[in-house]
């Protein structure tokens, strides 16, 4: 798999993450500057479900609870439970 080749790895995952900001950049031109920071900080999660098939990371009740914390905290923050 991909943890086999660190640097094809590591160049994918940079042209994801530049992917990534640019689509930030984009969505502020349509969403409110807190709708968008509240969404993007759910980048965690997609990190962590990623990193469970492509690195082998444990999954881990702990880890689970941190990333359902996390989600809920940027709900909260964009106004989506209030």
């Not at 349509?30 to 444990?58: D, H, K, M, R």
């Amino acid at each position: 798999a991909l943890a086999a080749r660190p640097r094809l790895t590591a160049l994918l995952l940079s042209f994801v993450l530049m992917g990534y900001n640019y689509a930030w950049l984009l969505s502020t031109r349509f969403l409110a500057a807190a709708v968008t920071n509240a969404l993007f900080q759910t980048s965690a999660a997609i990190v962590y479900a990623a990193s469970v098939p492509l690195f082998g990371e444990p999954l881990t009740s702990l880890r689970i609870l941190g990333v359902a914390l996390m989600l809920v905290g940027s709900m909260l923050a964009s106004g989506a439970l209030g």
